[in-house]
């Protein structure tokens, strides 16, 4: 049965930017009450501005979702100050983008930090909360990078990986609990300051692959997918599934087709210094990073993913022929 | 139904299929015969009859021993439980994942639980045996109030069986000695509050049975610290009252009192009116020291009319489920575990003293 969203208490972590503050403010617009976590204040402030402009109430907790401390004080003012949690959003994460051998050891011990323990720790606070509630929704937010590996993102894919496997194993966990749901949502590229603020150690600056999905359409998805729980939620990831179809049929082939693409439309053609980005520290938080914009006035700026998986409906029929055939002669 | 009434009333019968049905990973059945088999009973011109109806004296002890250990899953145990019908009881044989052998009156142990031991009890387990005076009389009459004695005081023949059993399997023999049936209550509650502690669950909920109730799966499931009485007199209240006096306060306090229901009781006496607990000024105000809700399980009638009639205790199971918490049922409690929560044990009314064989987990 679908649940009703305005009288909702709803944690978002992450929530001073991109999909979290989009999130944020769809729930608002619902008249939902909002605890905003996040480690930038200002940013934080802001997105709480926006949300009771919005016409929802909220609360702010500075948060650094990799200390599980600090995690547990998120639950507990919203508990004491509301009285239950009705939905818990792990937004927070950050970006990664160099190879595994070049990338600092901190910075990926910063990603899994943020990006997965942070879910983890989200979600073993959560659950007893939604245990003793009898009723609650998580909602991890993965990326179809959780699915689809990429080149220079394997740390990034790691976590996010994991948080899809995170999500699988709790829900075999709380089957006996029918009033809790656990969704995992998947988007595909999404325009958000992400990219921006990523650790960037590849020495050059980085962009969506393809045209980005504005993350107020997502944010929108993750509301409904607040109030009709699904397994897996994938956000602006057209042609996915025929992608992973292709990925167990033909897997070089389609890890051929994703690194050609990754090398022809990641990248800027503008150096950068290395950096650390906002590992360690926030950086001012916005819902929008103005991808859109600069991919509507790129040319060839399609979606990632469809031309893939129409490249590997082609391919993988005519690879299984040549297969069939060659087997015959055998 | 007479019959099947009775069946659903016996303590030693509902509490039996409790713990017997934990082990086998279910809740509390319905108790009492399903409806249509009165019927067919009826129609075939008897009511109810077990096996050990048709016989008399100690074949028919026996036959009903034999139907009691043919409840459990055969597999091997820690530790077997032999006691009396306690609902406090049911609850840590719940905990530690072992069953309960119903201490019936006869002096010796018999061939249907020396087999069950036998087959049950691997090298090195712990027969766990029940020595309490007070719980000699049946469930519900006035307390005398007796220190625990260290001697027992079962006949000296079911020790010499137990002694004789344990040697020749190897096995520890634990007596674990209380002068009355509800001084285990507050150990076991502590041991499930302590418990959900380690699981991160925090024990907010107390219930609060009596009588035949306790279903150890819906305790687990709504996460609540079980806490049985054997009556719903005054000095249930008192030792009620004495436990949350130690203990920090619970956030939910819930009741499901039942009336004593005595075998001896005529049927045409059982429509006599009873005084509702639910309205009896003492638990009232036991109930209100929730700090956000007490509340009964049962309304006022539910709550006074006698238990015999199975329906009562279905009501129960209908109410504990409409306790929103669900945590999920733990594996069992290894008795290191249980020895190691039992080493802070002196503050009960309850000696625990390794007799014979080698106790490892405890001592």
């Not at chain 1, 990523?198 to 969506?208: C, D, E, I, S, W």
């Not at chain 2, 008897?46 to 009903?64: C, I, M, P, W, Y």
Request: proline residues 7%.
């Amino acid at each position: 049965m679908p649940i009703r969203l305005g009288d909702q208490i709803v944690v978002v972590t992450g929530a001073s930017s991109g999909i979290g503050r989009a999130t944020a403010q769809a729930f608002a617009r619902r008249g939902a009450t909002l605890v905003l976590a996040a480690r930038g204040v200002a940013g934080l402030e802001a997105a709480a501005l926006e949300c009771r402009e919005l016409g929802g109430r909220a609360l702010v907790v500075t948060t650094d979702v990799g200390d599980e401390a600090q995690m547990r004080r998120l639950a507990d003012r919203a508990m004491r100050l509301f009285g239950r949690i009705d939905v818990w959003i792990n937004g927070a994460a950050v970006g990664l983008y160099g190879r595994i051998e070049e990338v600092p050891g901190e910075a990926v011990r910063q990603v899994i930090q943020t990006n997965l323990l942070g879910t983890l720790f989200g979600t073993r606070i959560a659950l007893p909360i939604f245990r003793e509630q009898g009723r609650g929704v998580l909602i991890n937010i993965a990326s179809v990078e959780g699915c689809v590996g990429q080149p220079y993102s394997s740390i990034y894919a790691a976590s996010k990986w994991a948080v899809r496997g995170v999500g699988e194993c709790l829900r075999m966990e709380v089957a006996d609990a029918p009033g809790i749901s656990v969704c995992t949502v998947l988007p595909g590229a999404v325009d958000t300051p992400l990219f921006q603020h990523a650790a960037n150690y590849t020495g050059r600056a980085v962009q969506p692959l393809g045209r980005p999905l504005a993350a107020v359409r997502v944010a929108e998805e993750i509301v409904a997918v607040a109030g009709s729980p699904r397994r897996n939620a994938f956000i602006g990831a057209d042609g996915i599934g025929l992608l992973l179809a292709a990925k167990q049929l033909a897997p070089g082939l389609v890890e051929r087709g994703v690194a050609a693409r990754v090398e022809r439309n990641r990248f800027l053609d503008r150096p950068v210094p290395r950096s650390a980005g906002n590992l360690t520290q926030p950086l001012p938080g916005a819902v929008g990073g103005g991808w859109r914009r600069a991919a509507a006035r790129r040319r060839g700026g399609g979606r990632l993913l469809l031309p893939l998986a129409v490249a590997a409906l082609v391919a993988v029929p005519l690879g299984l022929l040549v297969w069939r055939q060659s087997r015959a002669r055998a | 139904m007479a019959n099947a009434v009775a069946a659903g009333s016996d303590p030693v019968n509902g509490m039996l299929t409790a713990a017997a049905a934990f082990l086998h990973g279910k809740a509390l059945p319905r108790l009492g015969p399903p409806p249509l088999c009165g019927l067919v009973a009826l129609l075939r011109g008897g009511l109810f009859r077990s096996a050990a109806d048709k016989t008399d004296g100690e074949q028919a002890v026996e036959l009903s021993a034999r139907d009691m250990v043919a409840k459990y899953p055969r597999r091997r145990y820690p530790a077997v439980v032999l006691g009396p019908p306690n609902g406090a009881l049911v609850h840590l044989c719940a905990a530690l994942g072992i069953p309960w052998l119903p201490h019936i009156d006869r002096p010796r142990l018999g061939l249907a639980y020396k087999l069950f031991l036998t087959r049950c009890l691997p090298a090195g387990a712990a027969i766990l045996v029940v020595d309490c005076v007070g719980c000699r009389r049946p469930l519900g009459e006035h307390p005398v109030f007796q220190h625990a004695s260290s001697d027992w005081s079962l006949e000296a023949e079911l020790v010499e069986d137990l002694r004789a059993i344990a040697r020749s399997q190897d096995l520890a023999l634990v007596r674990l000695g209380f002068s009355e049936p509800e001084d285990l209550s507050p150990l076991v509650a502590d041991l499930y509050a302590w418990w959900y502690r380690r699981r991160s669950i925090i024990a907010r909920r107390l219930l609060v049975t009596s009588y035949v109730v306790a279903d150890p799966q819906w305790t687990f499931r709504v996460g609540a610290v079980p806490f049985w009485t054997d009556a719903i007199g005054e000095s249930s209240a008192v030792g009620l009252e004495r436990y949350l006096d130690a203990r920090p306060p619970f956030d939910y306090i819930n009741f499901a009192l039942f009336q004593t229901a005595r075998q001896d009781v005529a049927p045409a006496a059982l429509a006599a009116p009873l005084v509702p607990v639910v309205a009896s000024p003492l638990w009232l105000a036991l109930l209100a020291r929730a700090r956000r809700r007490g509340e009964s399980l049962l309304d006022a009638g539910e709550a006074a009319i006698h238990p015999v009639e199975p329906s009562r205790i279905a009501r129960f199971e209908a109410a504990i489920k409409r306790i929103p918490a669900r945590y999920p049922v733990p594996a069992p409690l290894p008795l290191e575990e249980f020895g190691g929560f039992l080493r802070y044990a002196g503050r009960y009314r309850v000696a625990v003293q390794p007799v014979d064989g080698r106790v490892r987990w405890y001592g």
